[in-house]
């Protein structure tokens, strides 16, 4: 990749603030933006800005935008139709609402499992409804020495009476990567649905909910360079099956059906603008489907993630008094995103957080709603950890100031 001229569509990178360009490691709390995806939202608010139904020109462009969108969203997760596709204003939102459809059918006696990996998006929806329904919640615990799921102890807790599995594909704190494929086969041999998190999964890694065969998954524009929007793929059983709490007389035909009050139609032009912009990463012309570019892109990038990931765990093997949670074996890599959480001996992790924004190096610092994951950890009680988090626009030379930065702060510590 040419990542001077990717890092050259993105206003955020370009800037400089107190006379520095802003290194900005907080991608896990959401990614900068490409000029593409503003001009395609600004130009669908100037131009067509309306609803649906109507009898004139912007509305039929806006018809035609919703569709356009869906269809976004099953090249990028390879859905079998548009029509699988629902949208909200985020993830949290849309979870919430399919834990209410989906926990009308269950019943006293019945099981779910959620995970200490997860961010409590897919945790506390799930908890509230089981709770409503007088149904067991279990949790399935991580392995402390690389931060993924014990998966021995998850299979020990499933039976015939768990009807739906909830968790991540990927850690939004650690960067460690679940086995999906695996979790959702053994969930359907004792008949549970599993609804996926790939919140941080989706801009790291090319995803296919169809090899997949899960039931839902979940994620937000706003972690792959366009704006704040929540996706959920269903399968269309679930869809036409489940019955959503909707306002009346809202339509009754899915995917709409679970879509609540009008939706943000210029976050759905950028969201279409933001697929693009991966795509285009591929660097392959129009003969190839959208979904063939993407394909291409997300190798790309993925590569350069990896020599990311290598070069921060190489480099921080050198610096004792960091301690890393997750996978740290470079051998490994293509198990993890370019996400690290790190705590450091004698600092809390907002005094690392508020030194590096000094600097104008944005990083995040705290537990990112996987409470269960930082209790386990030890974590949570003291101020979480510190998070670094890498894009593709990310370089080398920008984890190379973190280090010199990192030196700084133990030196002067």
Known sequence: MNINSLREQFPA?????????????????????????????????GHYNSNLGGAFFSSDKTVELMASARQAAADLLNAPSAQNIVFGPNMTTLTFSFSRAISRQWQAGDEIIVTNADHFSNVSS?????EDKGVKVNTALINEADC????????????????????????????SINDIKR???????????????AVHYAPHELIDVQALNCDFLACSAY?????????????QAHLEGFTPYKVEPAKDVAPGR??????SFEALAGFISAVDYIAAISELDSSHTRREQLTVAFAKTK???MALSEHFLTRLAAYPKIKLLGIDDVTRLAQRTPTFALTFDGIAPRKVSE?????????????????????????????????IGCMHYNTIDELDKLFDLFDALLNTK
Request: aromatic share 10%; hydrophobic share 40%; glycine share 12%.
């Open 355 to 387: 030194f590096l924004g000094q600097q104008h190096v944005c990083v995040w610092d705290g537990n990112f709603y996987a409470q269960g994951l930082c209790e386990q950890l030890g974590v949570l009680d003291k101020g979480g950890v510190v998070r």
């Open 183 to 197: 979790i959702i086969k053994l969930a359907h041999n004792v008949g549970a649905l599993v609804y996926v998190d």
């Open 13 to 45: 990178l370009m800037q400089h603030i107190d006379g520095q360009s802003p290194i900005f490691l907080d991608g896990p709390g959401g990614s900068q933006v490409p000029q593409s995806v503003l001009n395609a939202m600004t130009a669908y608010l």
């Open 126 to 130: 799930w908890q509230q409804a089981a």
């Open 148 to 175: 993924s799921l014990d998966m021995a102890q998850f299979e020990s807790l499933l039976n015939e009476n768990t009807k739906l599995v909830a968790v991540t594909y990927a850690s939004n704190t650690t960067g």
């Open 223 to 235: 972690k792959f360079f366009g704006p704040h929007l929540g996706i959920v793929y269903a399968k």
């Open 258 to 263: 679970w879509e609540t009050g009008t939706q």
């Open 303 to 305: 590569k350069h993630e």
